[in-house]
């Protein structure tokens, strides 16, 4: 049975509450700072009860996603049955398959941004919520990563850094609803790209109507002052172009180039440090 | 150890085991692409367990654990969570009596307004603009979900949540 308290009371307590929950998104709309703190330091003490919620609820998982998630075990089966089969044939090659193991790591091996430190992460956790389009990586500060870091494979931008920990950095996807970055249609035409929440796609705005943008164009990030990256980071390539009316300008679809939603490891590319 | 402290270790206990399931078997599943809230069903269920007003404050807390974890405006879990747990309890108080699907169906419904309270107030704090076809079946995964596990979130809460006419016990 509930315990029984006074209408008025409980009129004041939920009062105070909202008070709180009031001031508190405040502070964290008007200067994220400190709330950003908070979460960091949250993410950092967090860090080891996940690591051994990790092990303890990976048989728990295996069951889980073998009830829940059929269609994606057996899409992974037929997939790893592939790719055994692909295999076999190449220990088969001998040295022609080592060969393309050498051009396939050249390929997968990032072909820009070479000035700069680049961590290896690996993915440990996705979003936590249906608005958040985030993921964590198992690297931090410690590594010498920052905030606003870009995170890329080597087809592309995958996102940003929002918040880094020691240990571990949050990424926010560059199809995030928040995300933008300043970004060309190589060779010249600057825009914004935005996420649209739609993982396959991204928007170029803020590009006049008498640009010539094609359908298959490259995009990529800007470098330009305030865009937020450095020049040359692949982003994808235009989709769909339209006359936005009224407005003035183009309305660009954009498909990133990498698979930004599948990522089990990433490259966060480290600005602050570069490579002597 | 006093009443309060061992109510202190219980409710400990069991939100942040809730967290934790939460983190590693639901945001990794989704249904229709839709994350549940497990967090969100302890605030639906526990208003029930403990009335309006404790539940409210434990349902707060619930809601800045959860604040710690997300990239969304922080506190804006803790302000939804409290006013579902504060909503439930005032309601479960009018009821004259409850019968075996009570529980479950007030978790349905009190989960469905937590997730659209949170998709309506990301969107008046101008964070994202939430409500397209996606804010629907939010609302509707999430409820569908926590309703599934009103019972057992009842019967934990009631676990960490022990008292006797309103006099809890040790």
């Known amino acids: ?276 | 150890m006093n009443d309060f402290a061992a109510l202190v270790v219980r409710l400990a206990i069991v939100l942040l085991t809730t967290m934790i399931i939460q983190i590693e078997l639901i945001t990794r599943t989704t249904v229709f692409g839709v994350r549940g809230d497990l967090m969100l069903g302890v605030a639906a269920v526990v208003g029930v367990a403990v009335g309006a007003e404790m539940g409210a404050v434990i349902a707060f807390i619930a809601g800045l654990l959860s604040d710690l974890l997300v990239t969304t405006p922080f506190g804006l879990n803790a302000l939804t969570y409290s006013l579902v747990a504060y909503g439930v309890g005032t309601f479960h108080r009018s009821l004259v009596r409850s019968g075996t699907f009570t529980v479950p169906m007030v978790t349905v419904l009190a989960s469905a307004v937590g997730a659209a309270i949170f998709g309506l107030m990301l969107e008046l704090l101008g964070s994202i603009h939430v409500l397209d076809g996606k804010f629907l079946r939010v609302v509707i995964v999430t409820a569908l979900i926590n309703g599934a596990f009103g019972g057992v979130l009842l019967r934990v809460l009631r676990w960490a949540t022990p008292h006797d006419g309103g006099r809890m016990r040790a």
């Open chain 1, 1 to 276: 049975m509930a315990r029984r308290s006074s209408p008025t009371k409980s009129r004041r307590t939920i009062a105070i509450l909202v008070l709180i929950s009031v001031t508190v998104l405040t502070i964290d709309a008007r200067s994220s700072g400190p709330i950003r703190k908070v979460r960091s330091v949250a993410q950092e003490v967090f860090s080891p009860v996940r690591t051994v919620a990790d092990k303890v609820f990976s048989p728990f998982r295996s069951v889980w996603h073998g009830a829940f998630r059929y269609d994606d075990v057996k899409r992974d089966n037929d997939r790893l049955r592939a790719e055994n089969e692909k295999l076999k044939g190449d220990a088969a090659l001998g040295k022609a398959a080592g060969d393309k193991l050498d051009a396939l790591q050249k390929a997968t091996s990032l072909p820009y941004l070479s000035k700069y430190k680049k961590v290896a992460a690996e993915v440990v956790y996705g979003p936590a919520s249906n608005y958040d389009d985030t993921f964590i990586v198992a690297k931090g500060s410690n590594d010498g990563i920052n905030l606003g870091d870009p995170a890329v494979t080597g087809s592309g931008l995958i996102g940003r850094v929002i918040e880094v920990s020691a240990s571990t950095s949050v990424v926010r996807r560059v199809t995030d609803r928040h995300f933008g970055v300043g970004a060309r249609v190589v060779p010249a035409t600057n825009g914004l790209i935005v996420g649209t929440g739609d993982g396959g796609v991204l928007q170029l705005t803020n590009v006049l109507l008498d640009v010539k943008v094609n359908v298959g164009d490259r995009v990529e990030t800007s470098g330009a002052a305030g865009s937020g990256l450095p020049a040359g980071i692949p982003i994808g390539v235009v989709a769909k172009v339209r006359n936005k009316s009224g407005s003035g300008f183009l309305e660009v679809d954009v498909t990133p180039s990498a698979a930004v939603g599948d990522v089990v490891f990433v490259t966060i590319v480290a600005l602050k440090a570069t490579v002597s």
